[in-house]
């Protein structure tokens, strides 16, 4: 019997030695994969609040209609087929525009071909992670191991039986329960067939069903905390500590197994071996942290950083709306409020590298500030706001609000300890006269914008509103 006190006390230490990676593998096995859908509410909170499930059902009708009453079977798979696909809303409405059964079918492929080979990948660095400091690289083990497509086979078959059964309800929540350790038992033996996964499964939570969920239930506060900072602590602890303290229980499960306990198909699998014996997967390249660059390389990094700031806003504003358009005052490809940033915090924040807590700190601050000066000038040029916080929760008149600045500051905490050294090292290999002559060619086609931009700046539906406070879509609308 294990002790899940014991058990959780070592998923925080495993956790803290790895700390920013379970962040990032967690991060993309929730926006991608589909778990801990609570804590993508910071993006989703503002979309159409009609579910995915519910414009299925108003397929023949106007889409948001209510399902049919008493279309009990209609609304169970409505209900069903928003547990699938929360996370990937994004892709749906995207893909949607009326073609309602085709953006289905589109989503639950997606679902199982991405999402359960990244689940899969997810385990596997958290159990290699209770042991030693795991390799982000972890996370794509199916596809380094060319077990891809068997590892989508054998979560599709989970996923789709534990989802029929649901329909039944309590035979899916035992179902889910029985094969609850299949993703594990993949990750650690991707070698093994469906049939031997889920035999094994089975085996282990005999008789520990009712013990794993009470284990569930003392990590629920987790959750409901998630959700009431929107999806904020799930991200940066609640969703990584969940994984890490539940890699561990699978560990303990499998050292409670008896030597003779698999049925007589089962005896010629090899004996579990410790993680990261059996495959000795390549590192990833290592950027070391800079605290210096030369002068071209931020001139690099501002358009760099810039170029990344138009993408996201374009690209969230067409998530979130349906509606391409080029979002801020200028008619290029750049957003110079991020490319600002961005050098700013490489200049002004290089003594506090070392401490990565007060670098978040003090970027989400100086970060703030830029964005709140920027959307005070602009107003008071123009008389129109290019993104407005109204309604967000804690803003400071619809210029900052909390959850924006929690977003600079884990961009500017990535450009510091990844993007600018991983591009600083590609940015030597350029000739010293090539990276002059692109950055005069940058800084003069910026130049000739910005007059432009001045006399008639990028303005119109889905780009600018009144001064008037009022709530958009996207996270903000920047220069």
């Known amino acids: 019997m294990w002790d899940?006190?014991?058990?959780?006390?070592?998923?925080?230490?495993?956790?803290?030695?790895?700390?920013?990676?379970?962040?990032?593998?967690?991060?993309?096995?929730?926006?991608?994969?589909?778990?801990?859908?609570?804590?993508?509410?910071?993006?989703?909170?503002?979309?159409?609040?009609?579910?995915?499930?519910?414009?299925l059902m108003a397929v023949g009708g106007v889409a948001g209609e209510s399902p049919p009453p008493g279309d009990t079977a209609g609304l169970v798979l409505a209900i069903l087929f928003d547990a699938a696909t929360t996370s990937q809303d994004w892709l749906f409405r995207m893909l949607a525009g009326g073609l309602f059964l085709l953006a289905a079918l589109v989503m639950l492929t997606f679902r199982f071909l991405v999402g359960g080979p990244l689940r899969v990948g997810a385990r596997r660095f958290f159990l290699r992670n209770q042991t030693e400091k795991a390799d982000f690289g972890e996370l794509f083990a199916p596809i380094r191991e060319k077990r891809w497509l068997h590892t989508v086979w054998v979560m599709f078959c989970r996923d789709a039986f534990v989802w029929a059964l649901y329909l039944l309800v309590i035979p899916g929540i035992i179902a889910d329960y029985t094969y609850r350790m299949v993703p594990y038992l993949l990750a650690e033996r991707s070698d093994l067939s469906r049939k031997e996964v889920f035999l094994l499964s089975k085996q282990m939570m005999k008789g520990n069903r009712w013990r794993m969920f009470l284990f569930d239930l003392t990590l629920i506060p987790w959750r409901i905390l998630s959700c009431f900072t929107l999806g904020l602590s799930g991200i940066f602890w609640a969703n990584s500590y969940i994984l890490s303290a539940e890699a561990q229980a699978y560990m303990a499960l499998r050292a409670a197994l008896p030597e003779n306990a698999f049925p007589v198909q089962l005896e010629a699998v090899p004996a579990f071996q410790p993680m990261g014996r059996e495959i000795v997967l390549p590192s990833l390249p290592k950027f070391p942290i800079r605290e210096k660059y030369p002068l071209p390389d931020y001139i690099l990094f501002f358009f760099t950083f810039s170029g990344i700031g138009w993408i996201w806003e374009v690209g969230f504003h067409l998530v979130q709306t349906g509606q391409l358009v080029n979002r801020g005052t200028m008619l290029g490809?750049?957003?110079?409020?991020?490319?600002?940033?961005?050098?700013?915090?490489?200049?002004?924040?290089?003594?506090?590298?070392?401490?990565?807590?007060?670098?978040?700190?003090?970027?989400?601050?100086?970060?703030?500030?830029?964005?709140?000066?920027?959307?005070?000038?602009?107003?008071?040029?123009?008389?129109?706001?290019?993104?407005?916080?109204?309604?967000?929760?804690l803003n400071l008149n619809g210029r900052v609000c909390l959850e924006g600045a929690l977003v600079f500051g884990v961009g500017c905490c990535a450009a510091i300890y990844l993007i600018a050294p991983m591009l600083g090292q590609w940015y030597d290999r350029i000739p010293p006269k090539t990276a002059g002559a692109v950055c005069v060619v940058l800084l003069t086609l910026f130049a000739a914008d910005g007059v432009r931009s001045v006399v008639d700046p990028n303005t119109g539906e889905g780009v600018t509103g009144s001064a008037a406070p009022r709530k958009e879509t996207a996270i903000h609308q920047t220069l």
């Open 333 to 393: 490809p750049w957003l110079p409020i991020y490319g600002t940033g961005g050098v700013l915090v490489l200049l002004l924040l290089r003594k506090w590298f070392h401490r990565p807590g007060l670098t978040f700190l003090l970027s989400t601050v100086l970060c703030t500030a830029i964005e709140y000066a920027t959307s005070w000038v602009l107003e008071a040029a123009t008389g129109l706001r290019w993104w407005d916080y109204s309604g967000y929760f």
């Open 4 to 55: 899940r006190k014991a058990l959780k006390r070592q998923a925080r230490a495993s956790l803290k030695r790895n700390y920013w990676a379970a962040i990032i593998v967690c991060f993309l096995v929730c926006f991608v994969a589909g778990e801990f859908t609570e804590s993508m509410d910071f993006i989703h909170r503002n979309a159409d609040s009609v579910t995915n499930g519910a414009l």
